[in-house]
């Protein structure tokens, strides 16, 4: 063990353990936290491992007889080669709402960045086969909700899935793609030049080894990561059957809000957004019914009755400008644009930040004015 121990940095060590096929995220974690951490389960015996509860004994010898450092090295030189990034769940960098979903994945494969911002994500699902109308009402609400600063969380899949992505990235907005193959495979193959884009304009992300082929069994795994990344879910045009009310489901489980946007009354390719309806989710008609949600979540919590003397959060120049130029009174978001001479998508991120930094607020009518008392942090 002192051998494995001394070679492996603890990342490494993750991996390694990943790479394993019988040992999915929640076996994963029921063994680390069993013998304490990766390494030891990667040097355990299999009749030390048969004792952990929930491991059988096929899994035991499964592990133990896994060629763990030739595929860890292969996976290693890969990730090297394609300049892929690693996350590891503890890390500082890995999600926090994710963080705290059932067997979080104890590594994701990361293909772009993950930044603090986020943390303000919504999803949007739907079907493969969407119809115009469904494409449409995705892009155009996954674009207005980018334009704010939410980042647009999907699966990259055909129909609205790439319509999402899509509408958040010609907003200049952040977006997530997840997906049910490992990051070394392009599925489906013709969204290779959106997967580029989204790459440079947010992150792909895998809990799956870089080369791992899509099968029926990876999709319902990926979209608990959808769900677990985001606030809150929208499905646009879903079946009876459809993958993305799992994605609702596992929604529901981990406490994230539910909305659904409406079809025809006769669509079959919207009845499973109409059950949601019936069943509470949200009936979604454009980005402020989204927003309407999720804004109390965002709001910081005063500190009522005490006396705050902690300081304010450290402002980006482009912050303190909007700051300084709200000192006259409230304005709206375009007078905004005209008196700092910012870009518009640029804005509505910056509003965002002064926002949840409790400098600013926004009132009735779409105006955000300066808060007489800025919200104080660290307490």
């Not at 499973?272 to 949200?282: D, E, R, S, T, V």
């Not at 402002?315 to 909007?322: F, H, R, S, V």
């Amino acid at each position: 063990m002192a051998n494995i121990e001394g070679r492996l940095q603890e990342r490494d060590a993750w991996l390694a353990l990943g790479l394993i096929p019988d040992v999915g995220a929640a076996t994963f974690h029921r063994l680390v936290q069993a013998l304490g951490s990766a390494e030891a389960v990667l040097g355990a015996k299999a009749e030390a491992l048969e004792q952990v509860p929930g491991i059988s004994q096929q899994i035991a010898r499964a592990v133990a007889r896994f060629p763990w450092r030739d595929a860890l090295d292969r996976e290693l030189r890969v990730i090297e080669t394609r300049g892929l990034g690693l996350v590891r769940f503890g890390d500082e960098r890995y999600p926090e709402l994710l963080a705290a979903i059932y067997s979080p994945p104890p590594v994701l494969y990361l293909r772009g960045t993950i930044q603090p911002k986020d943390r303000v994500a919504v999803a949007i699902v739907g079907s493969r086969k969407a119809t115009p109308y469904g494409s449409a009402m995705a892009e155009q609400i996954s674009g207005e909700l980018a334009e704010r600063g939410v980042t647009i969380v999907s699966g990259m899949a055909r129909g609205i899935d790439a319509a999402a992505h899509r509408g958040a990235l010609d907003a200049a907005g952040r977006t997530i793609a997840v997906l049910g193959c490992g990051l070394g495979v392009t599925y489906p193959p013709e969204h290779a030049e959106l997967a580029d884009r989204i790459a440079a304009q947010g992150a792909l992300i895998s809990e799956f080894p870089i080369f791992t082929p899509p099968k029926p069994g990876h999709f319902p795994r990926r979209n608990r990561i959808i769900s677990g990344l985001a606030r809150g879910v929208v499905v646009i045009e879903a079946g009876l059957e459809s993958g993305a009310l799992i994605t609702a489901n596992y929604a529901l489980e981990q406490g994230r809000e539910v909305f659904a946007v409406p079809g025809q009354a006769t669509s079959r390719s919207s009845s499973g957004c109409h059950q949601l309806i019936k069943a509470g989710a949200k009936l979604t008609e454009g980005w402020e019914d989204i927003w309407e949600e999720l804004e109390p979540q965002l709001t910081l919590p005063t500190q009522a009755g005490r006396d705050v003397t902690c300081a304010s959060p450290p402002l980006e120049q482009d912050e303190i400008l909007i700051v300084d130029t709200l000192e006259a009174g409230p304005l709206q978001i375009d007078d905004l644009i005209d008196r700092t001479q910012l870009p518009a998508g640029k804005m509505a991120s910056l509003l965002l930040s002064l926002m949840l930094k409790g400098m600013i607020e926004e009132l009735p009518g779409k105006s955000f004015a300066k808060r007489l008392r800025p919200i104080k942090h660290g307490v």
